[in-house]
């Protein structure tokens, strides 16, 4: 079947905003150019990120009211505990409030100053634990991922030659190593079961722990089914226990795919280590049965893990990515191969080719696709991963320009996709002519979010 339909129905509405486009060149002008700054009731397609913005289903609502609000050894605790030692074989289980949380658990636990932590490429703030725990992060992507248009079935595992490498040279200065899968950092790209089989051998014979930063562990199962031999006739259930059947600890962003607001986890093999967070954990996240959750969160999250292994809903899930990414590439945008997994990344170097790094193409990009659609998505490019060389001042610019449109789950419906696919074709008939920026204002740190940026157009004018 040609269209795709939503595995769902839906019973409770919230109303989008809809402005004119005069509207939203002065909204975005007030939020000197940056999307971070824009008001949420200023956009009507929100793609920001996949983050927390998921839609709760009714069996999720309906748990929440059974929420067991106990300090210690709620029920709803006891739930969450049984879910995720079913679904990941791991008997020690810590909530905590973020993804983020359970890393720097984690990094405080097992991290002395100066050792090294491995993986296919951290996520942002797994990098910045383990720098904060005095610790040294390193990627070792696999080189399939450096060109954006090779349709590689799996571009987000680990570059199993500079691993074996790695280990040869220096195993006794690692502490641990992180498997992220899917792999955010390299665009949601996946993880073959194959490569996290070989890397749990590798790491066995230096003795060194793994752990899997699940936050998208159901995509990531549903892309083995689909693309990887002999999996095809598995179960998803199947896949993911296989998958953590090779973790000796698995954290867990749940505002990812457990369809929750908020939320996360820290699962582990080891009894001593477990009980080493645990005693931590009181400082910062709360006793060790609600981790800074409500016993309420705890019960969506335990109903979304299970309602995330669903065939239809992940088939749906990844095929409605991939529509929006051939709709956006027919508009005559061109996009980061093969699609699928939580975003769409548009290549703004190879879209617009008129605009040098330093005038920020994919923030260009981005700024457009608000002004003529209401779409928010987020540059991945210069803004963000860019910056002044200390001694020369000179900018040094990211070595990709993308603009990401995150899909929130289960939100918008494959209309609005189509209709914003309808905008892309308009917004592309004056892609050569768009304007590009420069930084007016910007901290030091993490500059992307609160950068103010100005048009070089409106300069030329003024
Ligand atoms: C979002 C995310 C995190 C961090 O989780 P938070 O809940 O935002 O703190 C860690 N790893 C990956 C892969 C993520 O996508």
Redesign the pocket.
């Known amino acids: 079947m040609k269209t795709i339909f939503e595995p769902f129905k839906i019973k409770m509405v919230e109303p989008i905003p809809i402005l004119t486009a005069a509207e939203r060149q002065a909204a975005i002008k007030t939020a000197n150019f940056n999307l971070f700054t824009l008001p949420a009731d200023t956009v009507t397609f929100d793609f920001l990120t996949d983050?927390?913005t998921s839609a709760m289903s009714s069996a999720q609502w309906a748990a929440m009211l059974l929420g067991d609000e106990s300090y210690a050894g709620s029920t709803s605790y006891q739930r969450f505990q049984r879910t995720i030692q079913n679904l990941t074989g791991l008997e020690h289980v810590i909530p905590t409030h973020?993804?983020?949380?359970a890393?720097a658990l984690l990094c405080q636990a097992l991290l002395k100053p100066g050792q090294r932590v491995l993986g296919n490429t951290q996520?942002d703030?797994?990098r910045a634990n383990i720098e904060s725990a005095g610790g040294i992060s390193i990627d070792l992507p696999d080189p399939a991922n450096k060109n954006t248009q090779a349709e590689d079935p799996f571009k987000g595992n680990v570059d199993l030659h500079a691993l074996k490498q790695e280990l040869e040279d220096r195993s006794s200065e690692v502490a641990f190593f992180v498997m992220?899968v899917t792999n955010?950092s390299v665009g949601g790209q996946p993880v073959s079961m194959e490569n996290l089989r070989t890397t749990r051998q590798i790491l066995a014979d230096y003795r060194i722990p793994l752990f899997i930063?699940c936050?998208?562990f159901a995509e990531n199962a549903y892309f083995i089914k689909t693309r990887e031999l002999g999996y095809a006739a598995k179960s998803i259930p199947s896949i993911v226990s296989e998958m953590f059947s090779y973790a000796d600890g698995a954290?867990m962003?749940?505002?990812?795919d457990a369809f929750a607001n908020i939320g996360?986890f820290l699962a582990l093999k080891d009894a001593r280590l477990a009980e080493d967070v645990r005693r931590r954990m009181v400082i910062t996240e709360g006793f060790p049965t609600y981790g800074g959750l409500a016993g309420r969160d705890l019960e969506a999250i335990a109903t979304g893990l299970d309602e995330i292994q669903d065939e239809s809903y992940l088939s749906y899930r990844i095929k409605s990515v991939d529509y929006f990414g051939r709709g956006l590439e027919e508009a005559g945008l061109k996009v980061v191969k093969p699609l699928g997994g939580h975003a769409v990344y548009i290549d703004a170097k190879a879209s617009v080719p008129h605009l040098a790094a330093a005038q920020f193409p994919a923030q260009a990009l981005a700024v457009a696709l608000y002004e003529t659609i209401g779409l928010r998505g987020v540059e991945v490019g210069s803004l963000m991963f860019g910056h002044k060389d200390e001694v020369s001042g000179e900018e040094i610019p990211a070595p990709q320009e993308l603009v990401r449109l995150a899909f929130p789950r289960r939100v918008y419906t494959q209309s609005h996709i189509d209709a914003i696919i309808e905008g892309a074709h308009e917004m592309a008939r004056t892609l050569d002519q768009l304007p590009g920026y420069r930084i007016v204002e910007q901290a030091k740190f993490l500059r992307h979010f609160t950068a103010k940026l100005d048009r070089q157009d409106c300069e030329v004018q003024s």
Not at 98 to 101: E, M
Not at 253 to 256: Q, T, V
């Open positions: 983050s927390g973020q993804g983020r949380s890393e996520f703030t797994t992220t955010n930063d936050a998208r954290l962003s749940a505002k990812k996360g």
